[in-house]
């Protein structure tokens, strides 16, 4: 029996699609991880994949049967500029099979070496970057935010050249769809409208079935892709996760956080906090990052003008109208989740949505201005009594200037106890938003070079344990909750490529 029941229906798109690619066998394949919880949810079976012929399938020294291996074409504004042709450079799609819960979904080797769309790319990855998507990928499942898996990692054997010689890396990634804003753009690039439409169709099949019978299932694409991106980046703001090249091949038809480069999360709150090395302007930074979803949403919408109507001025007219709304749904789905973190409901405030924004902006301006640790905060809030200031100190020793933070706790004091909730019920339902334990960028960095400089993973999987549980307080690893010490701080991220 096949390890993995390949199903190819990207392949049955034809080859204006993608270019049929072996992935190129490595000289030393060694497992880091594999995840079997993972491979469980996908209905495979472990015995064959837990071993070493998994571990030479995650290294694409062996196809595993059925798998007909492409790299799929995409386009791409990278930092605002169209690229009319990147495609996958450096991941191979072995081929898409439907879960034990029917949900289709895609496999795809990262670093499998050179494709047709490799320019001058070598198509391999070096292991600090796999090492972070498999952390950050597998903690944001655990976080409960929309995300490509991670279903292995190998080492190869091999080095590639960066700056300097690194050992390389594959990860086996998952996700309902690799199909990106930037896959849109390349037929568009070339007005090949069928070839659109056909996309189009693909995406509907596969990711929205319920809009198969709509009455304009292309405009009702773009609303579903338009409101699950607002949701999505909502959800990155209110864990302080910062994607860092939101490019349009970087965003995903099915809206999943996807392509982890030089991603982090922050520790202390800076509102235009920019990680990645590469982007200098801050157009990445974390509080564009909203903005920067509709822009993307808006390039593709674009491309799919010519599917939403017969008239150019009625396809646009429509496009608009769609594209209007993520304003509106990326906020409410900021309120709802910031309130949330905040234990206060929507119920209760029904009539306030207004003070209740200008409430927790005030809180973010506050930790803005006190260098106060993003995701501690929530911790330590997430543990007050309303009537009792015992635990007080605990959350003001993250402000520099506790005094500042006073003012705001009292506010906070009366507009929660508007709530008809008992002390250990807000408790409850704000531990469950707020995490104890996110991926840290110190202690990503410290699980890399761990792996790179002693061949030792027992860090990164240490942290990967830890994450697997993010809103469950654990003993003794009160370390991984900390901010890095000043001379941990990582203040740039690299996309390893
Ligand atoms: P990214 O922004 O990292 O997702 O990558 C942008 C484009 O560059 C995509 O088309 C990638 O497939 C390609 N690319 C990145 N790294 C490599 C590499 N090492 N070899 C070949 N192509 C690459
Ligand atoms: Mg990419």
Same mark, same amino acid.
């Given at each position: 029996m096949n390890p993995i029941p390949f199903?190819? %229906?990207? #392949?049955?798109?034809?080859?204006a699609f993608y270019k049929k690619t072996l992935p190129t066998p490595v000289a030393a394949p060694a497992l880091i991880a594999f995840n079997a919880a993972l491979a469980n949810e996908m209905g495979l *079976?472990? &015995? @064959?994949? +837990?071993?070493q012929d998994g571990v030479n399938i995650f290294a694409g020294n062996v196809v595993p049967g059925g798998a007909e291996p492409l790299a799929m074409a995409y386009a791409g504004h990278q930092f605002g500029n169209f690229v009319p042709q990147l495609g996958d450079g450096r991941a191979i799609l072995l081929g898409d099979m439907t879960a034990a819960d029917g949900v289709c979904l895609d496999v795809q080797l990262k670093g499998s070496g050179r494709t047709f769309y490799s320019r001058n790319g070598d198509g391999r990855a070096a292991l600090g970057p796999v090492l972070r998507e498999y952390l950050v990928s597998e903690a944001m499942a655990r976080l409960g935010v929309p995300t490509t898996r991670a279903l292995a990692a190998v080492t190869t054997g091999e080095q590639v050249a960066r700056e300097q010689l690194l050992p390389g890396g594959i990860i086996t990634r998952v996700a309902t *769809? !690799?199909?990106?804003v930037g896959s849109f753009e390349y037929f568009s690039a070339s007005n090949d409208v069928e070839s659109i439409r056909e996309l189009a169709n693909y995406v509907i099949e596969r990711n929205?079935? =319920? #809009?198969? &019978? *709509?009455?304009?299932p292309y405009v009702a694409l773009l609303q579903a892709v338009v409101d699950g991106q607002a949701a999505l980046i909502a959800s990155w703001m209110q864990l302080g996760f910062i994607h860092g090249v939101m490019n349009t091949d970087n965003m995903s038809i099915a809206a999943e956080t996807i392509d982890y480069g030089p991603c982090a999360f922050m520790d202390?709150?800076?509102?235009?906090?920019v990680y990645s090395a590469i982007d200098r302007n801050g157009r990445y930074a974390y509080s564009n990052q909203p903005a920067i979803g509709l822009w993307n949403l808006t390039r593709l919408a674009e491309t799919l003008l010519p599917l939403l109507a017969e008239s150019s001025d009625a396809a646009v007219e429509l496009a608009q109208s769609v594209l209007k709304t993520y304003a509106d749904t990326y906020h409410q789905a900021w309120l709802t989740g910031m309130r949330a973190k905040c234990g206060l409901s929507n119920a209760a405030a029904a009539s306030k949505p207004d003070s209740d924004k200008a409430l927790i902006e005030s809180l973010f301006n506050v930790m803005a201005a006190n260098n106060a640790d993003f995701t501690l905060v929530f911790f330590h809030l997430s543990q007050l009594n309303l009537q009792a200031s015992e635990k007080d100190d605990d959350i003001r020793r #993250? !402000?520099?200037?506790p005094a500042q933070f006073d003012d705001w706790l009292v506010k906070w004091r009366e507009r929660a106890s @508007?709530?008809? #909730?008992?002390d250990k019920q807000r408790q409850a339902s704000m531990q469950s938003v707020n995490?104890? $334990?996110?991926?840290r960028n110190h202690q990503i960095e410290a699980a890399i070079r761990a792996a790179e400089? =002693? +061949?030792? !993973?027992s860090v990164f999987h240490a942290l990967h344990e830890v994450l697997q549980h993010p809103f469950t307080r654990q =003993? +003794?690893?009160? %370390? $991984?909750m900390q901010p890095p010490e000043p001379d941990e701080v990582v203040r740039q991220t690299f996309c390893g490529t």
């Open positions: 199903t190819n %229906r990207y #392949l049955a798109l034809g080859e *079976s472990t &015995d @064959e994949l +837990g071993t *769809s !690799f199909i990106r929205y079935p =319920q #809009l198969r &019978d *709509s009455e304009q202390a709150y800076d509102h235009d906090r #993250l !402000f520099v200037d @508007e709530e008809m #909730l008992t995490p104890v $334990y996110i991926p400089d =002693q +061949g030792d !993973f =003993q +003794g690893k009160d %370390r $991984y």
